[in-house]
């Protein structure tokens, strides 16, 4: 079945570090591939999305690119700021139901510190 | 719009108790889903719905019944509650088809069943 590995967390940084979180995928025929975030206290919402191999999803700042050849869909961003703590999912849609049904990873707590 | 609506945003409830947790939505949505959020194992469909009239399993159906008599709304019913069932429930929508399309999540029911 589909599956999505994400890195580990908490993640702690100082304001203005390099971020990269670490996403790997498996599936069935060639998914589209997501990053959600979640504020404290809130639903997720959509933060960059591919639909194929080799695109690049970005958003404020924000950027990972559709790996085929290693399954993955890495978020890097050069400079977090202290609104970027959050918590971040990666997902997959299943690529045989529909769009709609999303995989979702475990989920990378990002905690950013002055 | 109001986008995706739930309620209520926090219950208890005792093992063995009945509950309808309520979603809506106002963006005339045609795929509308419940998904149930643990810590270290990311978000998992327990039911979805690809338009009125007619749903199906996700991942984690046990335990849970649905049904869509509206574009607008897809309540998620809990028959008899156990502590197993104690997450926190998110409803997402969007607009459907075979192509990935962006999910718009609700902010979340948190339930307690003791």
């Known amino acids: 079945g589909n599956s999505v590995t994400q890195m580990e967390g908490p993640v702690t940084l100082s304001e203005e570090a390099f971020l990269t979180i670490n996403c790997t995928y498996t599936?069935?025929?060639?998914?589209?591939l997501f990053w959600y975030v979640q504020y404290p206290g809130e639903g997720l919402q959509l933060l960059l999305k591919?639909?194929?191999?080799?695109d690049k999803g970005s958003n404020k700042g924000f950027e990972a690119t559709y790996r085929k050849e290693t399954t993955s869909f890495h978020l890097e961003k050069g400079s977090v700021q202290v609104s970027d703590s959050a918590v971040y999912f990666c997902a997959l849609s299943d690529p045989t139901g529909g769009g709609n049904k999303l995989t979702f990873g475990t989920g990378t707590q990002l905690k950013v510190e002055l | 719009n109001a986008g995706v609506t739930q309620t209520p945003k926090f219950q208890v409830l005792k093992t063995g108790q009945s509950m309808t947790l309520q979603c809506a939505q106002d963006?005339?949505?045609?795929?509308m889903s419940w998904y149930r959020q643990d810590p270290g194992m990311g978000l998992r469909l327990i039911h979805y719905?690809?338009?009125?009239?007619?749903?199906d399993q996700g991942e984690v159906p046990n335990g849970y019944n649905v049904s869509r008599s509206t574009t607008e709304d897809f309540p998620l019913r809990l028959l008899s509650a156990a502590p197993s069932q104690t997450s926190v429930y998110f409803c997402a929508s969007s607009y459907g088809g075979t192509s990935p399309e962006t999910q718009y999540f609700g902010p979340g029911t948190r339930l307690l069943v003791l």
């Open positions: 591919a639909t194929k191999a080799d």
């Open positions: 599936a069935t025929g060639y998914p589209s």
């Open positions: 719905s690809v338009g009125a009239g007619i749903t």
């Open positions: 963006m005339n949505h045609e795929y």
